[in-house]
Nanobody, 115 residues
Framework: VHLVESGGGLVQPGGSLRLSCAASGLTFSTYGMNWYRQAPGKERELVATISSAGDSTSYADSVNGRFTISRDNSKNTVSLQMNSLKPEDTAVYYC?????????WGQGTQVTVSS
């Protein structure tokens, strides 16, 4: 199983980024997908969740209204659209696949919000 994130980078406060995660080696449509993030010196936290069919999503309070998670089961991808970025959104963002019989993590992509 491989989960490969892309789209991270440096952005100014108030800007936008779109993260993508390409999955392979698993039956993607049977997995719930999540985005986590971990800032330096902090615990890894759940940012956004999307159900296997893509019909249910949820967000951390800190990103609700600014971030949008979506998936394309025909392309085995999950994305995170991040708008109105703040310096406190700076972190490594991880793609995470979960099913009753296992979990998988991507390697992470760095997002830095700074002027």
């Amino acid at each position: 199983v491989h989960l490969v994130e892309s789209g991270g980078g440096l952005v100014q406060p108030g800007g936008s980024l779109r993260l993508s995660c390409a999955a392979s080696g698993l039956t993607f449509s049977t997995y719930g997908m999540n985005w986590y993030r971990q800032a330096p010196g902090k615990e890894r936290e759940l940012v956004a969740t999307i159900s296997s069919a893509g019909d249910s999503t949820s967000y951390a309070d800190s990103v609700n209204g600014r971030f949008t998670i979506s998936r394309d089961n025909s392309k085995n991808t999950v994305s995170l659209q991040m708008n109105s970025l703040k310096p406190e959104d700076t972190a490594v963002y991880y793609c995470h696949a979960v099913r009753f019989d296992g979990i998988h993590w991507g390697q992470g992509t760095q997002v830095t919000v700074s002027s």
